[in-house]
């Protein structure tokens, strides 16, 4: 069967015609509006009929223009906020535009009643003006964190992560770092293999942790040290199983303890031990969708220790245990 006919199916707990509503206003940012209806409300029959009902909410009276010159259709008004089980706040229209105090109060009302509520880029600034983020951790776009800071001196602002957030309020970074919100909700609501499904679709990572660090510096190697570095990653996707060292992986690059600890940051944004960790769990993922081999036989083939080690570190990346990482799969290839 094609991918287009793929059915997933959703779990039993999952709530039923989840009610998302964008937020639009005229200035809005187009690419972190553009997230919202492409994860929220492209039609994907392929999830069921819970899959979310989107909406999209003016703030403004009047014509609405995006970024481009684009224009703005909307679903109504502000009263949509009242029936939103989640509210998506794009990219605001300037960081010193001020925030009108009817959104702000609709906004404060809808969590008080429960709704769950997430920031994209610099819509962190909206949720700041209306309070909602007054003793909680929140990020945005690195260029704006400074003035997030020194404007809402009651809010922890998270300098260097992709998004982060508790208690029904959400904030990411910029641009693509609200992708990887959405798909965190997606997750949330849907399971592993839904995010993934929807990930797969966007041509995007399934999985990024909300701690990863916005910007990783990759200054150009010199041209010798990029084919070692490429050898040594074949090598090392062929051979995660084995048991490897910074020693002995400078030496088979053909560098020194510290150049190769810094060239291989500098390519991968990680120290080798967490690249090895990361790959070994992507690999653990795949033996869990496209094999019936025990969890004990995975850890093995995987570079793990044991089985407790991989049902650890898993847990810790995933929020799930293998197994039921596994059960997710395959209920979203039943229909495959």
């Known amino acids: 069967m094609t991918e287009n006919a793929e ?23 187009t690419f972190e509006f553009g ?19 989107f909406a999209v909410a003016a703030v403004d009276d009047g014509e609405l223009r995006a970024t481009g010159g684009i224009r703005l259709m909307t679903d109504g008004g502000m009263a949509l906020l009242g029936e939103a089980d989640t509210i998506v706040v794009p990219g605001w ?8 105090p009817a959104l702000c109060e609709a906004l404060v009302a809808a969590h008080a009643r429960g709704c769950r509520i997430i920031s994209i880029c610099s819509g962190v600034f909206v949720l700041a003006a209306a309070g909602l983020l007054n003793g909680r951790q929140a990020t945005t776009h690195w260029r704006y964190t400074d003035q997030l800071r020194a ?16 208690e029904g309020v959400m904030t990411s970074a910029g641009s693509a770092a609200g992708i990887d919100l959405c798909l965190h909700l997606v997750r949330e609501d849907f399971g592993v293999e839904a995010a993934n499904l929807v990930a797969r679709r966007l041509v995007v990572s399934p999985h990024r942790d909300g701690g990863q660090a916005q910007q990783i510096v990759r200054p150009v190697a010199k041209a010798r040290e990029s084919q070692r570095l490429g050898q040594l990653f074949d090598f090392l996707h062929q051979n995660l199983a084995a048991g490897h060292t910074v020693a002995s992986l400078a030496e088979r690059a053909g560098m020194g303890h510290r150049t190769f600890l810094r060239r291989f940051e500098d390519a991968t944004g ?20 496209h094999s019936r081999l025990s969890v004990e036989q995975i ?17 810790q990346q995933f929020a799930l245990s293998p197994l039921q990482y596994r059960k997710s799969a395959l209920a979203g290839k039943k229909g495959e």
Not at 36 to 50: H, S
Not at 270 to 289: C, I, M
Request: charged residues 25%.
């Open 7 to 29: 059915i997933l199916t959703i779990p039993s707990v999952t709530l039923s015609c989840h009610r998302v509503v964008a937020l639009a206003y005229d200035g809005l940012c």
């Open 35 to 53: 997230v919202a209806v492409e994860i929220f409300g492209l039609p994907r029959p392929e999830m069921g009929e819970r899959w979310y009902r």
């Open 270 to 289: 990680k120290t080798p031990a967490r690249w090895l960790l990361d790959e070994r769990l992507q690999r653990a993922t795949q033996h869990l969708t």
């Open 93 to 100: 229209r300037g960081i010193d535009s001020p925030v009108p």
């Open 299 to 315: 850890a093995e083939l995987c570079g793990f220790s044991n089985a407790s080690t991989l049902r650890h570190h898993f847990r």
């Open 151 to 166: 404007r809402f001196p009651r809010i922890e602002v998270i300098d260097d992560v992709l998004y982060v957030g508790a």
